[in-house]
């Protein structure tokens, strides 16, 4: 019995060997399935990013470094410890990380939305921007809005900068 065991080991491990030979290289899996994923480019960001700011970037929103959409600049979070919120305007960099956290918060979801122009609602962003999905800060924007177009228009490669001024001359309520 022992005996019939260690044969029945011994095939299994040499089957195990010999398996890779059948299976196509690395080479062959990823030429036949393209693993990159698109994203909207970040030069064409700072405009969304400045509709950002506008709409969701305050200290206790997504300006704050605990979120998974976290979002810097002018009115908010700042990648520099010297700069401070309403000081200097948002850098370069401010708005390549805001790009960054973005982007990276679904990237096949994006890519799929960006690249086939699949429907936006399937993102989190989308869906809680307009409402549809539960967030802490509301509905900010109702479909078709400037707010909207903005970001919808930007995530699905038709983008035109437009909206987002809208959105950032606004008249934007004052505390008093």
Not at 51 to 78: E, F, K, M, N, P
Request: aromatic content about 6%; charged content about 20%; hydrophobic content about 35%.
């Amino acid at each position: 019995m022992p005996l019939k065991l260690a044969f029945a080991a011994w095939s299994g491990i040499g089957l195990a060997l010999l398996m890779p030979c059948c299976a196509p290289s690395l080479e062959e899996q990823t030429s036949t399935h393209d693993t990159t994923l698109a994203a909207p480019a970040p030069d064409s960001f700072p405009e969304v990013g400045e509709a950002l700011q506008q709409s969701c970037a305050t200290l206790d929103c997504h300006g704050q470094v605990g979120r998974a959409l976290r979002i810097y600049g002018y009115g908010g979070l700042r990648l520099s410890l010297l700069d401070t919120p309403l000081g200097d305007p948002t850098s370069e960099l401010e708005y390549l990380a805001s790009y960054e956290s973005l982007v990276n918060l679904e990237p096949e979801v994006l890519s799929e939305v960006f690249t086939w122009q699949a429907d936006p609602n399937q993102l989190s962003l989308v869906r809680k921007t307009r409402g549809i999905e539960h967030h802490k800060g509301g509905q900010r924007a109702i479909p078709g809005d400037a707010l909207d177009r903005c970001i919808v228009l930007w995530l699905t490669d038709n983008f035109d900068p437009d909206p987002c001024t809208d959105v950032v001359n606004a008249e934007h309520p004052t505390i008093e």
